[in-house]
């Protein structure tokens, strides 16, 4: 079975920064990506950083060049450093399997239970 565990959230300063890891267990069949998505109250949850197996990395620009997504194969684990952290960026992350197409990227129905990231003073 497949279980995805998120943790390194936490409360930070604007400006600051975090790193989230997601602990992958179990086989996902024939995803070649994984993603990492935020959902804030009242708001829909939000694609923030996808990486293809084959390294290939896709960011909005609401994130573009604070976020970075990178995976460790040998410990089946993906992270998200986040920089430069933004009181916009406050939101639940979860990370996510799925499937690139093209350009998009297809969420698989396997979620962890979500990490929380506060900005704040």
């Known amino acids: 079975q497949v279980q995805l565990v998120e943790s390194g959230g936490g409360l930070v300063q604007p400006g600051g920064s975090l790193r989230l890891s997601c602990a992958a267990s179990?086989?996902?069949?024939?995803?070649?990506?994984m993603g990492w998505y935020r959902q804030a109250p009242g708001k829909e949850r939000e694609l923030v950083a996808t990486?293809?197996?084959?390294?290939?990395?896709n960011y909005p620009n609401s994130v573009k060049g604070r976020f970075t997504i990178s995976t460790d194969n040998a410990n089946n684990t993906v992270f998200l450093q986040m920089n430069s952290l933004k009181p916009e960026d406050t939101a639940i992350y979860y990370c996510n399997a799925g499937l690139v197409r093209g350009s998009t990227y297809y969420a698989m129905n396997y979620w962890g239970k979500g990490t929380l990231v506060t900005v704040s003073s």
């Open positions: 990486i293809r197996n084959g390294g290939s990395t």
């Open positions: 179990g086989s996902i069949f024939r995803s070649n990506a």
